[in-house]
């Protein structure tokens, strides 16, 4: 069974860090290396919406501009993870934070984990 759970999000003062894990199963270690994985979030009353993504084989990433020099993702083809690394968390970033893996015409998603920064 295809299962990706994400953990690490949490409340953190603005300014803070967090990194966020996404933990995947239920592939082998050929379809995992070549599937693309993201990071996605939604805001209440808002649409989902791209933060972040890696290529197959650790190739390219993207960013949302709003996010830009403050997130990272990285994956462990491994460990079967994928994380992003948030630095300087700014209000707006508070959301919900999907992870997201594509292979081919098949797309997966966690539960989701919920993100906010406030004081």
């Known amino acids: 069974q295809v299962q990706l759970v994400e953990s690490g999000g949490g409340l953190v003062q603005p300014g803070g860090s967090l990194r966020l894990s996404c933990a995947a199963s239920?592939?082998?270690?050929?379809?995992?290396?070549?599937?693309?994985m993201s990071w996605y979030r939604q805001a209440p009353g808002k649409e989902r919406e791209l933060v972040a993504s890696?290529?197959?084989?650790?190739?390219?990433?993207t960013y949302a501009d709003s996010v830009k020099d403050r997130f990272t993702i990285s994956r462990d083809d491994t460990k079967f993870m994928v994380s992003l690394q948030i630095n300087n968390l700014k209000p707006e970033d508070t959301a919900t934070y999907f992870c997201?893996?594509?292979?081919?015409?098949?797309?997966?998603w966690g539960q989701g984990v919920q993100v906010t920064a406030s004081s």
């Open positions: 890696m290529a197959p084989l650790g190739g390219t990433t």
């Open positions: 997201n893996l594509r292979r081919g015409s098949n797309d997966y």
């Open positions: 239920g592939f082998t270690l050929g379809s995992f290396v070549l599937s693309a």
